[in-house]
């Protein structure tokens, strides 16, 4: 006979032993052991969970366990109407023979009248005694479920059966939680009694259950879920914008979904529900993510005193939870399947009722227009007008319900109304709505109408169609537009706060493309306009002098943010350190001051502050300032910015550490940039994930990153593509590539030397010596150490005064003078640390521990390499810890690519000493040095070929010699 739980649907049809028992091992453990006595008798437990934890799927799984033992064992489960019937559940449970035929007669009496305390305890001795007598033969297991509904003669029954003790049976018993029957007040009360409370699945257990699921949406799926497996299996089968809905508590826009199939489970459990409760769940998901009892009552249309019933019922049943008069749907899917099942016409009556209970009140307008969208079809003109209002009012705060709302609106209004101002207003706002949400190529389509005609909405639209082109990887496009606007005579009325915004993101454009004097000469201009932001940021005439700058200040406002960081970044590039710091010295306090809603005014023109900051090595505050940026862009939905912020955030974990945590942030960037086509920084967040791995994991997972950023174009900024060039060319040397110096200067672009704040120069010609220096040349060494010193001196910022510094020290080394490049290493990794670059600075400790080793001086090489592995370990570059990677097989000890020395020459004597056979004491005696500086040759030599013993030495010297 199977198991009725077994035929309980799921979400597909699939009987329920078909899923797979997940999460609850532990509690099957232990009820296994109540059927096998080990408790003692008589075994009984009560099983207790929330609809959908997973109690009826555990009996299955029980019953069939025990049925496999060669047990008797029957299972039954109580239902909604059982409870007016008396004896209902016993009638369907498959009892012993003459078992069955007493327990027909007491239900029987029962029937008739209900007994007295005295008969009806002697029935139940009757019973006792009849199934203990039947257990002798063969034990008897029963599994009950869902006793919240049974009738209280089978309850009173299936207590005395449980309390009682008898060694031939064992009872467990299931309800739902916050529903336990009365009846079984003695069972429960009796310490042999195992009582079991279904948990919610944890994360990784629950996880389990949706294997195919994407990354990012198991995420949202678990967290609507909340633990519950048949809320997860029902969620699966849903959109990722119906969980989205769920998640944001609208359980009535997730329900108007037209694909959405209503899960039979889900509605069952809405129609066990009383019929008030059903209404107010109902009532609920109408009101949304938060309501009271007076607005869920109206929306009912019950009386305070019965809503407020309902609501503890839904609270008592897991599906409500209330606080101070508050109330919110925890279980959303549950509320969104009431709601789905009531009628449309009731639906649309009870959405008026909301919306005009809310506009009673005084409620704030979102509230109102959330009620309002649902009733659009039918909506007087003036209400289209207030709903593309208060569109705006939201725009900010929630850029996905501003956007839904105009495009309800767009949808239903006439198509006369093409040309009215309505209209314009409802496509510009809806244009800048799915912009900030990141639905770009949606954005585009609805605002090229109006770039075509003339009219008020003109310049609002091509100045938010050139932010959808340039995040596109369009930059000219971008110009062109915003280039267009600036141009028109005489500009339409009103226009004016656009044609400056045009302006000032054409000055952006300038400082992308490299002309930094044209930028600022804009920017000198937008000062002196009176239709600009105030007194923010003073003129910064193009060709003002590179020395001191004597620039006043006024007090910020927040509408000159973008200016000040353009301003910031563009002073930098022209190595004017001074006047950027600043201009960040009274930029940053300003924005750090501003509350919530003003910063999401200029969040997307924070990324420009923070690397402004990075810049200037203000670490510390930009982190806070990114954090911040990137928690607001979350919780408003405004994605648009959020692979810049992450691509910002993987540059600055790529100099503090931890690696892995510049790692996840870049790999932030590609996953939203990607899903968005937000290819401004995708370049650029691939090369900073390139040298984070390479630093932390090693070539080989570096391999994979170069040809990931290979496939990725370049970015349009000229700093950016220096960046990529750069980490694309360190990891292909990594790799065994051979790349000469020459190759270096012609790809890194060096020849063309440029004066100015960008540090990148110096970090290049710093890579040109360490190849010019493998090839033994030390004139090019010097002659790009030189190049370096001068390109960090005209920008002035100290990282690339470290970096020159460290490149310095590479050509005191070419030149043989030791002790100088050796003095010049530890100067350059103590300003590397000092600048925040502590991986560049654990490699200058590296430098100069090997420069001690050839000096023969142990005990600086191992300070050195101990400062080294110190900063290695804080900041997570593991493999540069570890050493390098085992040089390519054609070449293992001789040379590296391109032909740098990897051993030197004492680790070479070594190294050939060690592959004769000698030990460390004979090639002591051999070398005249002590047996510790043979051992300190040896470890270095080991860490330099990756390997770690006498024999992989010789396999190495014989390769390299051709063996």
């Known amino acids: 006979m199977s198991s009725p739980f077994s035929d309980l649907p799921g979400v597909a049809g699939e009987p329920a032993q078909a899923r797979p028992l997940v999460g609850r091992e532990r509690e099957l453990r232990l009820l296994l052991a109540v059927l096998e006595g080990e408790r003692g008798a008589p075994g009984a437990a009560v099983l207790e969970g929330e609809p959908g934890t997973g109690k009826s799927r555990l009996l299955d799984e029980l019953c069939a366990r025990s049925r496999a033992t060669g047990r008797r064992t029957e299972s039954a489960r109580a239902l909604p109407g059982d409870r007016e019937v008396p004896g209902a559940l016993l009638l369907a449970i498959p009892w012993p023979g003459a078992v069955r035929e007493l327990m027909e007669q007491y239900v029987a009496g029962a029937v008739a009248g209900r007994p007295d305390p005295v008969h009806r305890h002697r029935w139940h001795r009757r019973l006792h005694e009849a199934l203990t007598e039947a257990a002798r033969a063969e034990r008897f297991v029963l599994l009950l479920d869902d006793l919240q509904w049974a009738d209280r003669d089978s309850l009173l029954l299936l207590d005395h059966l449980a309390a009682a003790r008898s060694g031939g049976r064992a009872v467990v018993l299931a309800h739902r939680s916050g529903q336990r029957p009365a009846a079984l007040a003695r069972s429960l009360a009796d310490p042999a009694t195992l009582r079991l409370a279904l948990a919610p699945l944890a994360p990784a257990e629950a996880a389990a259950l949706l294997p195919d699921a994407p990354a990012g949406h198991r995420q949202l799926l678990l967290r609507v879920g909340a633990g519950n497996p048949r809320q997860l299996r029902a969620l699966a089968a849903l959109s990722p914008g119906v969980v989205a809905e769920l998640a944001a508590g609208h359980p009535a826009r997730a329900a108007a979904a037209a694909d959405w199939p209503v899960d039979p489970e889900l509605g069952a459990e809405v129609e066990s529900l009383s019929e008030p409760a059903r209404l107010v769940l109902r009532a609920a998901a109408v009101a949304g993510a938060q309501y009271d009892l007076a607005l869920v009552a109206e929306v009912a249309e019950l009386p305070p005193g019965v809503a407020g019933a309902a609501l503890d019922e839904l609270v008592a049943h897991g599906c409500v939870e209330g606080a101070a008069g508050r109330y919110r749907s925890s279980r959303p899917l549950l509320a969104a399947t009431a709601y789905r099942l009531a009628g449309p016409a009731w639906r649309t009556a009870a959405h008026r009722r909301a919306a005009d209970h809310l506009g009673r009140i005084g409620a704030p307008l979102p509230l ?147 002309h930094a004097a044209r930028c600022l000469a804009r920017l000198a201009g937008l000062a002196a306009r009176p239709d600009g932001p105030s007194g923010a940021l003073p003129a910064v005439a193009a060709d003002a002098p590179s020395g001191p700058d004597q620039i006043g200040w006024q007090a910020p406002d927040r509408r000159a943010v973008a200016r000040q960081a353009v301003t910031g970044l563009a002073l930098i590039s022209q190595g004017r350190v001074a006047a950027a710091r600043r201009v960040l010295d009274q930029a940053e306090p300003a924005v750090d001051a501003l509350a919530d809603r003003p910063v999401l005014q200029v969040l997307g023109d924070l990324p420009d502050l923070c690397w402004a900051g990075l810049l200037l090595e203000r670490q510390q505050r930009t982190a806070r300032r990114i954090d911040r940026a990137i928690g607001l862009a979350e919780r408003h939905g405004h994605r648009y910015v959020l692979p810049h912020l992450h691509t910002v955030r993987a540059a600055l974990l790529l100099m503090t550490g931890p690696l892995e945590g510049a790692v996840a942030a870049a790999d932030a960037a590609l996953l939203v940039g990607g899903e968005l086509g937000t290819v401004e920084t995708l370049g650029l967040a691939a090369a900073l994930r390139l040298r984070a791995l390479l630093w932390s994991e090693g070539p080989a997972a570096a391999g994979p990153a170069l040809a990931l950023s290979h496939s990725l174009p370049e970015p349009p900024m000229a700093g950016w593509r220096a960046v990529v060039r750069l980490a694309r060319l360190e990891a292909a040397i990594a790799c065994g590539e051979p790349v000469s110096g020459e190759r270096t200067v012609k790809l890194l672009g060096l020849d063309d030397a440029r004066r100015g704040g960008d540090p990148m120069p110096a970090h290049g010609h710093d890579l040109a010596a360490a190849r010019y220096a493998a090839q033994g040349d030390a004139a090019m060494v010097a002659r790009h150490a030189r190049a370096a010193e001068l390109t960090a001196r005209a920008g002035a910022l100290p990282s690339g005064l470290a970096v020159a510094t460290l490149t310095a020290a590479r050509s005191w080394r070419a030149d043989g003078d030791l002790p100088r490049a050796g003095a010049t290493a530890r100067r350059a990794a103590s300003r590397l640390t000092a600048s925040g670059l502590l991986a560049r600075a654990g490699l200058a400790h590296l430098m100069a521990a090997e420069i001690a080793g050839e000096l023969g001086d142990g005990e600086g090489r191992e300070s050195a390499d101990a400062a080294a592995r110190e900063l290695f370990a804080r900041v997570g570059a593991h493999a540069l810890a570890a050493g390098p990677a085992p040089a390519p097989a054609d070449s293992p000890v001789a040379a590296r690519a391109g032909g740098d020395p990897l051993l030197s020459g004492r680790e070479s004597e070594v190294a050939d000493l060690v592959a004769q056979g000698l030990t460390n004491r004979a090639i002591a005696a051999r070398l005249y040095v002590s047996v510790r500086t043979v051992e300190t040759h040896l470890t270095s030599l080991y860490r330099k070929l990756g390997i770690s013993s006498r024999a992989a030495v010789a396999r190495a010297m014989d390769t390299a010699l051709g063996g």
């Open 368 to 514: 109102w227009a959330a009620q309002a969208e649902h009733l659009a079809y039918a909506a007087a003109k003036n209400d289209l007008a207030r709903l593309v209002g208060v569109a705006r009012l939201t725009l900010l705060d929630a850029p996905a319900d501003s956007a839904r709302w105009l495009a309800t609106v767009l949808r239903v209004l006439p198509a006369e109304d093409r040309s009215t101002p309505l209209r314009g207003e409802a496509a510009v706002l809806l244009g800048q709505a799915l912009t900030l949400t990141g639905r770009l190529d949606e954005a585009a389509g609805v605002l090229a109408p109006l770039l075509a005609q003339a009219g008020p909405h003109r310049a609002e639209a091509a100045v938010a169609a050139a932010l959808v082109e340039r995040l596109r990887g369009r930059t000219d496009r971008a110009h062109g537009l915003l280039a267009g606007l600036a141009a028109e005579h005489p500009p339409h009325p009103g226009d004016r706060a656009q044609l400056w915004t045009a302006q000032l993101r054409l000055a952006r454009i300038d400082l992308m493309n490299g």
